[in-house]
């Protein structure tokens, strides 16, 4: 038996072992070709198809019609920020934000640097343990894009439903919730995920556009921060991270064979569900972060009475088999970050840890 430790960290995050050990059998040898895919050329005709293969198992699981593109990037979803508003926001137009999280607002913050853009809906009053109304959500007709974040990864909200934003293209950052639940993608002209949380290893980010949107990418900003120059080459104009695209192939197998996201849905709801029924049972040993309606299925975050109580269970979940629990450093507290990959043995066991602990220390 390999030792495996219960995974709950946020990012870089658990993979699940069947895909560490295929990557295990070809790290030396992938393909038959004498050589490992990181010693490949990009141009050979093993890392297209890689390439083109991994994009069309993503098109598939995301289940999205035809007319999207799948992009390769670099630079993790924080360089998405800075590229939607280069790419996207022309003079005279604002790029409206919804900001429901820290990511989100740093998505923002990245925006007003390239040209106009403003917040039409927050939950920062109330210190993010809400998502804002997107009910009454007014915009503008100059109105570029609409930019939210589907799930709060350090807060621990996810939302479950759009805002209707009619013609205007809604744009998400659904790193942390991507392939997580079944969802409708279409309503997006563009989303984008790094790869650490859901769907692989640190180093590719991939970005989904409609194929409309790529008409706007103006040619006064460099080719290399450009989405129709990622488009016209196939995410191969310059060395993509060709091994973090292998990985998120084996992935996407994975999940494939899992049974695709209706199934991945079902676990992580009942895996959730394990670690808020402890929270709501504990009589305010643990307090959940979020307000009820709000809880993300990926990000579990609770509090405890006192810093000190709080390190001690840290320390001690250490000491038990579980690793990554401390909040971020941002916000504290506690956090379970449950993605794809985690089982739902691993969150039974946290559950009972948390179950022990309040006994001994409650
Ligand atoms: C992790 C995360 C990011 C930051 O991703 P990087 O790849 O580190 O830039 C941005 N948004 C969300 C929602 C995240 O979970």
């Not at 013609?167 to 969802?183: A, E, K, N």
């Not at 991270?241 to 209706?262: D, F, I, N, T």
């Not at 609770?302 to 000190?308: C, I, K, L, Y």
């Not at 990959?341 to 001994?360: G, Y």
């Amino acid at each position: 038996m390999i030792y495996r430790i219960n995974n709950f960290n946020p990012g870089p995050a658990a993979l699940p072992l069947e895909v560490l050990q295929e990557a295990q059998k070809e790290f030396v040898e992938y393909g038959g070709r004498g050589m490992s895919v990181m010693e490949m050329s990009h141009r050979s005709k093993d890392v297209e198809r890689l390439n083109e293969e991994t994009q069309q198992l993503l098109l598939e699981i995301l289940g999205l019609p035809p007319g999207y593109r799948i992009l390769f990037m670099g630079g993790g979803a924080s360089t998405q920020f800075a590229l939607v508003p280069l790419n996207f926001l022309k003079s005279g137009t604002v790029g409206r934000y919804i900001v429901s999280g820290s990511f989100s607002e740093k998505a923002y913050m990245e925006a007003i640097t390239v040209g106009k853009a403003e917040i039409i809906a927050s939950s920062k009053a109330h210190n993010w343990r809400r998502l804002p109304d997107l009910n009454d959500v007014q915009l503008g007709a100059d109105t570029a894009y609409v930019h939210m974040t589907t799930n709060n990864t350090i807060e621990g909200s996810q939302f479950r439903a759009l805002p209707a934003t009619g013609q205007v293209p809604l744009i998400g950052d659904m790193t942390s919730d991507i392939l997580s639940r079944r969802f409708d993608y279409t309503k997006f002209s563009m989303f984008y995920a790094s790869a650490q949380k859901n769907l692989g290893c640190a180093g590719v980010t991939v970005a989904v556009i409609r194929e409309e949107m790529l008409k706007e990418c103006p040619e006064r900003i460099p080719a290399i921060f450009r989405y129709s120059t990622f488009v016209q080459h196939n995410s191969l104009y310059n060395t993509p991270p060709v091994h973090s695209v292998y990985m998120m192939k084996l992935v996407l197998e994975w999940v494939k064979r899992q049974g695709g996201v209706a199934e991945l849905e079902k676990r992580n709801i009942e895996k959730a569900n394990l670690l808020y029924d402890v929270i709501d049972v504990s009589g305010g040993f643990y307090r959940g972060f979020i307000e009820k309606p709000y809880r993300s299925l990926m990000n579990i975050t609770w509090r405890m009475s006192d810093v000190e109580l709080e390190k001690r269970f840290v320390q001690e979940s250490e000491r038990n088999g579980f690793d990554g629990l401390a909040g971020h450093r941002s916000v504290g507290g506690l956090r379970a970050s449950a993605y794809n990959a985690v089982s739902v043995e691993s969150c039974r066991a946290l559950a009972d840890f948390m179950i022990d602990f309040q006994k001994r220390n409650g």
